[in-house]
């Protein structure tokens, strides 16, 4: 059988993680503290052995013993009703992405996905270099036209620009909640939000780094990048560490993170098909 744990239970599955991978992945690791919005599934609620953790908007991490039978026996009428439910109602998720730590996982979703077409692909993970990102600061960089503003993240400025409570709200349960536990900055036009630098995700003092700009007409204008120094300048005065986490196959995203002064560090699976 499959149980959804309560809240204050999610503690419960950190036995199960073992890797330094698991133990490190900032994202799983914001949900199961409870910082950051998501649903954890256990085959029982004492003792679990096998866990499926949903992170709204980021994915699923496959936790635990991939034979378990008894698990896996309903995993996939899980997947079907309830977390496709889940993701169409908490962001309008239409895909389920598998993140799997152990490839054991790969040939049990195999067995689940009832003749749906399936991906394997992989997330990449980078660790800013300190040094790197500061010599990156004393290089001549982007200067903002006259109509745009770069601004803190504010909850007022939250409140007052939709585009910017939607995005955020996949992330973070309200306003209040990101401005105590996350930071970010915003560039305006026109009093508007055109592109934003924030914490996706927070566990403990790791700060995952998250950008997105709106307005299409203003992509590769290198606001990525006076975003992206800014975010993280701040983050290091508050001693926070910066991380980076993206598709391999993203080459905008990756080039970004190395220009910002990130490093490569680690690849993670997925295993992705259409609910």
């Given at each position: 059988?499959?149980?959804?744990?309560?809240?204050?239970?999610?503690?419960?599955?950190?036995?199960?993680?073992?890797?330094?991978?698991?133990?490190?992945?900032?994202?799983?690791?914001a949900v199961i503290s409870g910082m950051n919005q998501g649903v954890v599934y256990v085959d029982q609620i004492e003792e679990p052995h096998t866990a499926?953790?949903?992170?709204?908007?980021?994915?699923?991490?496959?936790?635990?013993?991939?034979?378990?039978?008894?698990?896996?026996?309903?995993?996939?009428?899980?997947?079907?009703?309830?977390?496709?439910?889940?993701?169409?109602?908490?962001?309008?998720?239409?895909?389920?992405?598998?993140?799997?730590?152990?490839?054991?996982?790969?040939?049990?979703?195999?067995?689940?996905?009832?003749?749906?077409?399936?991906?394997?692909?992989?997330?990449?993970?980078?660790?800013?270099?300190?040094?790197?990102?500061?010599?990156?600061?004393?290089?001549?960089?982007?200067?903002?036209?006259?109509?745009?503003?770069?601004?803190?993240?504010?909850?007022?400025?939250?409140?007052?620009?939709?585009?910017?409570?939607?995005?955020?709200?996949?992330?973070?349960?309200?306003?209040?909640?990101?401005?105590?536990?996350?930071?970010?900055?915003?560039?305006?036009?026109?009093?508007?939000?055109?592109?934003?630098?924030?914490?996706?995700?927070?566990?403990?003092?790791?700060?995952?780094?998250?950008?997105?700009?709106?307005?299409?007409?203003?992509?590769?204008?290198?606001?990525?990048?006076?975003?992206?120094?800014?975010?993280?300048?701040?983050?290091?005065?508050?001693?926070?560490?910066?991380?980076?986490?993206?598709?391999?196959?993203?080459?905008?995203?990756?080039?970004?993170?190395?220009?910002?002064?990130?490093?490569?560090?680690?690849?993670?699976?997925?295993?992705?098909?259409?609910?």
């Amino acid at each position: 059988m499959i149980v959804k744990l309560s809240k204050e239970d999610y503690y419960k599955v950190n036995k199960l993680l073992v890797t330094p991978q698991e133990k490190n992945e900032n994202v799983l690791n914001a949900v199961i503290s409870g910082m950051n919005q998501g649903v954890v599934y256990v085959d029982q609620i004492e003792e679990p052995h096998t866990a499926i953790v949903y992170a709204v908007g980021l994915g699923y991490y496959l936790l635990g013993d991939p034979e378990n039978g008894l698990f896996n026996s309903y995993l996939g009428n899980l997947i079907s009703t309830q977390l496709k439910q889940e993701s169409l109602d908490s962001c309008g998720g239409v895909w389920f992405i598998g993140n799997i730590f152990n490839e054991s996982w790969k040939k049990t979703l195999q067995k689940v996905v009832d003749g749906r077409k399936y991906y394997v692909g992989y997330n990449v993970y980078y660790e800013l270099v300190t040094e790197r990102f500061k010599k990156g600061l004393e290089q001549p960089g982007h200067i903002l036209d006259e109509d745009l503003a770069m601004v803190r993240i504010t909850k007022e400025l939250i409140n007052a620009d939709e585009r910017l409570r939607e995005e955020l709200k996949e992330y973070w349960s309200s306003a209040e909640s990101f401005t105590q536990h996350g930071l970010g900055y915003a560039i305006l036009k026109n009093g508007k939000v055109i592109s934003t630098c924030y914490s996706c995700c927070v566990n403990g003092d790791r700060h995952e780094a998250y950008i997105a700009t709106f307005d299409q007409n203003m992509r590769n204008c290198g606001l990525a990048t006076i975003l992206g120094q800014q975010y993280i300048k701040e983050c290091l005065e508050r001693g926070y560490g910066v991380y980076w986490t993206t598709d391999e196959s993203n080459e905008p995203s990756k080039r970004v993170a190395e220009k910002l002064g990130f490093d490569y560090s680690n690849r993670l699976m997925s295993f992705e098909f259409e609910f």
